[in-house]
Nanobody, 115 residues
Framework: QVQLVESGGGLVQPGGSLRLSCLAS????????MSWYRQAPGKQRELVAF???????NYVDSVKGRFTITRDNAKNTVYLQMNSLKPEDTAVYYC?????????WGQGTQVTVSS
């Protein structure tokens, strides 16, 4: 069974940093790509960053140069380092993966950027 548990969210001032973590259970982790999505109030959920099995990454344009996705296969964990945060980054952030054509999601972690 696949379980994803996010942590690391919180309240931060504009220009600050946070690091999100997503701990995955199950034996799939090292053989699957992992993604971070976010959903702001009143908006559709959007893909923020993706990392392949081999470590290739991709980002939505609005976070390029500010966010970094990494993975530690030994710890079954994927991270999202978020720097130079802006109020428009405020959202619930979700970790997700697809296994055998099924999408699995964590419960989400709230990130609020405000002074």
């Amino acid at each position: 069974q696949v379980q994803l548990v996010e942590s690391g969210g919180g309240l931060v001032q504009p220009g600050g940093s946070l690091r999100l973590s997503c701990l995955a259970s199950g034996r799939f982790f090292s053989e699957n790509g992992m993604s971070w999505y976010r959903q702001a109030p009143g908006k559709q959920r959007e893909l923020v960053a993706f990392i392949t099995i081999g470590g290739t990454t991709n980002y939505v344009d609005s976070v390029k140069g500010r966010f970094t996705i990494t993975r530690d296969n030994a710890k079954n964990t994927v991270y999202l380092q978020m720097n130079s945060l802006k109020p428009e980054d405020t959202a619930v952030y979700y970790c997700t993966t697809r296994l055998n054509s099924v999408d699995y999601w964590g419960q989400g972690t709230q990130v609020t950027v405000s002074s």
